[in-house]
């Protein structure tokens, strides 16, 4: 079972960048397809970004494609996410998580990590 942990996040002005790491543990990390999710105050958890196990292919909710840009690196069994152009609309808690591949469904249930917090100020 991977173990998940989000760092990075912090309170932003609009329009700045941040990156976003999250650290998995477990020697199959490298075949996990992997993806980033949001959750923001009173809403449910949505998709962000997915990226293959390769890394080799990308893909982007709507709302971020152009601005985010999710990378991986199998040999520190690492996934970052990069987001620039920050927006107000952007703040929630980010968490990453193994997914399907090429899908936004997230293959685990109880066992996500604790996310890290981006807030983006006006």
């Known amino acids: 079972q991977v173990q998940l942990v989000e760092s990075g996040g912090g309170l932003v002005q609009a329009g700045d960048s941040l990156r976003l790491s999250c650290a998995a543990s477990g020697r199959t990390f490298s075949s996990y397809a992997m993806g980033w999710f949001r959750q923001a105050p009173g809403k449910e958890r949505e998709f962000v970004a997915g990226?293959?196990?390769?890394?080799?292919?990308?893909y982007y909710a709507n709302s971020v494609k152009g601005r985010f840009t999710i990378s991986r690196d199998n040999a520190k069994n690492t996934v970052y996410l990069r987001l620039n152009r920050l927006k107000p609309e952007d703040t929630a808690i980010y968490y990453c998580a193994p997914v399907r591949p090429g899908t936004t469904i997230a293959t685990i249930n109880s066992n996500w990590g604790q996310g890290t917090q981006v807030t983006v100020s006006s």
């Open positions: 990226i293959t196990w390769s890394g080799g292919s990308t």
